[in-house]
């Protein structure tokens, strides 16, 4: 069954990790996983300071590129009636440090992952301006949807 835009959203915030899919500019897809938080209709996360060999990285290059980018949070369960997805498709913007909006997201993504708290990031704050949320579940479901 089609999830209602509310409940979409819903699920979707209440979802720990979400898939980026980002598209270079020749064309190459890319999909990563991200914590991430809701902030009003965006959708934000961070670079932060797990391993990586470089700040440099390809969904930046990517959103630079193209902003065209989706989200993707799931449930899978061997039981097929608790089956869900929920897809946010938007514009991607790296946001510059200094703006007001970087402390409101990095505070946002604090009070969901306690990682956060105790080593705020400081790498490139991406915000996701959502033009759609679509979803899908096998059955009607009251939260938790994790």
């Known amino acids: 069954m089609r999830l209602s835009t509310e409940e979409a959203r819903a699920r979707f915030a209440a979802a720990r990790v979400a898939r980026l899919?980002?598209?270079s500019a020749g064309g190459v897809p890319h999909l990563v996983p991200v914590t991430f938080a809701v902030v009003g209709e965006r959708v934000v996360f961070v670079v932060d300071d797990k391993p990586k060999s470089s700040r440099r990285l390809r969904r930046l290059d990517n959103i630079a590129a193209n902003p065209a980018v989706c989200l993707l949070v799931d449930r899978?369960?061997?039981d097929w009636s608790r089956l869900?997805?929920?897809?946010?498709?938007?514009?991607?913007?790296?946001v510059p440090h200094g703006e007001a909006f970087v402390e409101q997201a990095v505070d946002a993504l604090a009070a969901r992952y306690p990682a956060y708290v105790e080593r705020r990031p400081?790498?490139?704050?991406?915000?996701?301006e959502v033009a759609d949320w679509t979803g899908w579940a096998a059955a009607p479901m009251r939260g938790p949807w994790a």
């Open 122 to 128: 400081d790498g490139p704050v991406v915000s996701i």
């Open 76 to 78: 899978y369960d061997d």
């Open 84 to 94: 869900w997805w929920v897809r946010a498709d938007g514009t991607a913007t790296v």
């Open 21 to 23: 899919g980002t598209v």
